[in-house]
């Protein structure tokens, strides 16, 4: 009978009986180790074979790939805007002898330099986009007084530096002096490229 109010006493490891050493005896000695095992002797002169202890697998080291360089950044120039081309003599002289059309005029006589700049950007990009090939832009030879104070022709000389500016570079083909009958000295005959998408 268990006494219910006693507490579990802790269980007594069994001892082997002779049989089963016997068997145990015969197992080992049957079982081919797979690698190198460590001997171990017991105390009643029994060899028991006991497996060594597998070392930690080693850490790999990770082997850096050596960084490649960055790929130096492309400096990007801004493509040089297209050379103008001169208008051959011919050319010119079919658009004064109005065998070649001039297909859009303007007359930039008494405005500010400022306000002739603004003005000759949009006639020659509306022009282009126009699909004209030839523009007669009129600036004028200058007064007298301004030749008297020795400025004549400001815009005469600034709108041929103006066609050769970047922002016009791709509208303009070339420019040269109009013919007599156009105003000469005081205009200026130009060849627009075709708009993109034409």
Same mark, same amino acid.
């Given at each position: 009978?268990?006494? *219910?109010?006693?507490?579990? %006493?802790?269980?007594?490891?069994r001892?082997?009986?002779?049989?089963?050493?016997?068997?145990?005896?015969?197992? *080992?000695?049957?079982? %081919?180790?797979? @690698?190198? $095992?460590?001997?171990?002797?017991? =105390?009643?002169?029994?060899?028991?074979?006991?497996?060594?202890?597998?070392?930690?697998?080693?850490?790999?080291?990770?082997?850096?790939?050596?960084?490649?360089?960055?790929?130096?950044?492309?400096?990007?120039?801004?493509?040089?805007?297209?050379?103008?081309? &001169?208008?051959?003599? @011919?050319?010119?002289?079919?658009?004064?002898?109005?065998? &070649? #059309?001039? =297909?859009?005029?303007?007359?930039?006589?008494?405005? &500010?330099?400022?306000?002739?700049?603004?003005?000759? /950007?949009?006639? /020659? @990009?509306r022009?282009? #986009?126009?699909g004209?090939?030839?523009?007669?832009v009129? &600036?004028?030879?200058?007064? $007298? #007084?301004?030749?008297?104070?020795?400025?004549?022709?400001?815009?005469? !000389? +600034?709108?041929?530096?103006?066609? +050769?500016l970047?922002?016009? !570079?791709?509208?303009?083909?070339?420019?040269?002096?109009?013919?007599? #009958?156009?105003?000469?000295?005081? *205009?200026?005959?130009?060849?627009?490229?075709?708009?993109?998408?034409?």
């Amino acid at each position: 009978m268990s006494d *219910a109010g006693e507490p579990h %006493r802790k269980r007594r490891r069994r001892e082997l009986s002779a049989e089963e050493h016997a068997l145990w005896r015969g197992v *080992a000695r049957s079982v %081919r180790p797979l @690698r190198k $095992r460590a001997r171990h002797e017991l =105390d009643d002169g029994e060899t028991v074979v006991v497996a060594p202890a597998r070392p930690a697998p080693k850490a790999k080291a990770i082997k850096s790939k050596p960084l490649k360089p960055a790929a130096p950044a492309r400096i990007v120039k801004p493509s040089a805007p297209p050379p103008l081309a &001169t208008m051959a003599r @011919r050319e010119k002289q079919q658009i004064a002898r109005g065998r &070649t #059309a001039i =297909d859009a005029r303007i007359d930039l006589h008494g405005m &500010t330099q400022a306000q002739a700049h603004a003005v000759l /950007v949009r006639f /020659v @990009r509306r022009a282009q #986009a126009d699909g004209a090939k030839f523009v007669l832009v009129v &600036t004028g030879k200058g007064s $007298r #007084a301004a030749e008297v104070a020795g400025e004549r022709g400001v815009l005469r !000389r +600034q709108v041929p530096h103006w066609l +050769q500016l970047p922002e016009l !570079r791709d509208a303009v083909l070339g420019f040269e002096p109009a013919h007599v #009958a156009h105003g000469g000295e005081g *205009a200026l005959y130009v060849r627009l490229r075709k708009a993109r998408g034409e």
